[in-house]
T-cell receptor, first 108, second 114 residues
Framework: AQRVTQPEKLLSVFKGAPVELKCNYSYSGSPELFWYVQYSRQRLQLLLRHISRESIKGFTADLNKGETSFHLKKPFAQEEDSAMYYCAVTDSWGKLQFGAGTQVVVTP | EAQVTQNPRYLITVTGKKLTVTCSQNMNHEYMSWYRQDPGLGLRQIYYSMNVEVTDKGDVPEGYKVSRKEKRNFPLILESPSPNQTSLYFC?????????????FGEGSRLTVL
């Protein structure tokens, strides 16, 4: 079965420290991968997608096909990064599957 | 402003009382979808629609119905709500059904079934 796994439910980091959110997937073919973010009391929004190779708000994510991972990283966490982060994978039919989410708390 | 609008945002109801959560998008998107968000389970797809009059089940469709009579609207219907349908519901839309572009979300509808 196709799966998206985010092993950490909660990640607590200090401001200025690096943060890495793990995402592993099991999909056949060539899926497309995304990270969505949900700030407190706001709607989910796209943070980044692997095909664009952009850095958004200091976050980057590298697709590792060998390890089937798409970990999200930021070298220096800020308080405004506190949010819920979802890894998502689209299969060749366009169906988007979300992971269970990782809550990030950045403390000063 | 391009957006996905859900109503109501908050609703408390009782078991068995039919309700509808509306979803409307003004971006002329073909693809629309409903998700429920539960702690520890993330977002799970309930139903989706590839275009007008084309709908299909997602991962957790039991207890829900949808319709897509117009491109902009995709209501979620709970014919006989039960307490296990207490959840936060999100509607989302995307340009087309096979495009892997960005999914735009509504603000969410928090439903409590007593």
């Amino acid at each position: 079965a196709q799966r998206v796994t985010q092993p950490e439910k909660l990640l607590s980091v200090f401001k200025g420290a690096p943060v890495e959110l793990k995402c592993n997937y099991s999909y056949s073919g060539s899926p497309e991968l995304f990270w969505y973010v949900q700030y407190s009391r706001q709607r989910l929004q796209l943070l980044l997608r692997h095909i664009s190779r952009e850095s958004i708000k200091g976050f980057t994510a590298d697709l590792n096909k060998g390890e089937t991972s798409f970990h999200l990283k930021k070298p220096f966490a800020q308080e405004e990064d506190s949010a819920m982060y979802y890894c998502a994978v689209t299969d060749s039919w366009g169906k988007l599957q979300f992971g269970a989410g990782t809550q990030v708390v950045v403390t000063p | 402003e391009a957006q996905v609008t859900q109503n109501p945002r908050y609703l408390i109801t009782v078991t068995g009382k039919k309700l509808t959560v509306t979803c409307s998008q003004n971006m002329n998107h073909e693809y629309m979808s409903w998700y429920r968000q539960d702690p520890g389970l993330g977002l799970r797809q309930i139903y989706y629609s590839m275009n007008v009059e084309v709908t299909d089940k997602g991962d957790v469709p039991e207890g829900y119905k949808v319709s897509r009579k117009e491109k902009r609207n995709f209501p979620l219907i709970l014919e006989s709500p039960s307490p296990n349908q207490t959840s936060l519901y999100f509607c989302a839309s995307r340009w087309d059904s096979l495009n892997t572009g960005e999914l735009f979300f509504g603000e969410g509808s928090r439903l409590t079934v007593l």
